[in-house]
């Protein structure tokens, strides 16, 4: 079955980059998707990446996907204390029935001063 | 402003009574969804809806009932029948399920004494 995997804690230092990292297991996957949760929030989302691509860079953010392996990562270049939240890896099968997002269990990444 | 509401951020019940989450959304959305999110874990579908007057049971729908009369509302009822009900419910919507973005709403943490 669909399964997707998370470490669930990183801390780093304000201005150094992080990796959050993240594995699936449905090879059919076609988008694959990074949300931030803050405190007490809902979730948004931050970057996407198709299935057909390695990488996508958006500002401070970059997406690596590596389909062979099935690993998926985050960096955030320059964290800043605001990036302190819960990160949430979840991929879309457009091929199932009973849903189309199935998410990780969320990374909480702290930031120290 | 375009978005997505649920009302309240708190609710509190006693074991045994039923309550109901409302989720609304003012974004010409087509599809609904409600997940659960209990700590260090990721979100659950509960259920989702891809029109009015339709909905579809998720992975963990025991325990919980939706309705959609209007595109703009799909409200959660946590039954009694539910034996685990305190956690954070969050609701989403986007254009169609094949869309690869769902946009969240705040969240309402119910608690059951």
């Known amino acids: 079955g669909e399964d997707v995997e998370q470490s669930l804690f990183l801390s780093v230092r304000e201005g150094d980059s992080s990796v959050i990292n993240c594995t699936y297991t449905?090879?059919?996957?076609?988008?694959l998707y990074w949300y931030k949760q803050e405190p007490g929030a809902g979730l948004q989302l931050l970057t996407y990446?198709?299935?057909?691509?390695d990488m996508k860079q958006d500002q401070r953010l970059t997406v690596l996907l590596n389909k062979k392996d099935k690993h998926l990562s985050l960096r955030i270049a320059d964290t800043q204390t605001g990036d302190s939240a819960i990160y949430f890896c979840?991929?879309?099968?457009?091929?199932?029935?009973?849903?189309?997002?199935?998410f990780g269990s969320g990374t909480q990444l702290t930031v120290l001063p | 402003d375009g978005g997505i509401t649920q009302s309240p951020k708190y609710l509190f019940r006693k074991e045994g009574q039923n309550v109901t989450l409302s989720c609304e959304q003012n974004?010409?959305?087509?599809?609904m969804y409600w997940y659960r999110q209990d700590p260090g874990q990721g979100l659950r579908l509960i259920y989702y809806?891809?029109?009015?007057?339709?909905?579809q049971k998720g992975d963990i729908a025991e325990g919980y009932s939706v309705s959609r009369e209007k595109k703009e509302s799909f409200p959660l009822t946590v039954t009694s029948a539910q034996k685990n009900p305190t956690a954070f419910y969050l609701c989403?919507?986007?254009?169609?399920?094949?869309?690869?973005?769902?946009?969240f709403g705040p969240g309402t943490r119910l608690t059951v004494t």
């Open positions: 989403a919507s986007s254009i169609d399920t094949e869309s690869y973005e769902q946009y």
């Open positions: 449905d090879s059919s996957s076609t988008y």
């Open positions: 979840a991929e879309h099968d457009p091929s199932g029935s009973a849903r189309q997002l199935t």
């Open positions: 809806s891809q029109i009015v007057n339709d909905f």
């Open positions: 974004l010409n959305h087509d599809a």
């Open positions: 990446i198709f299935s057909n691509m």
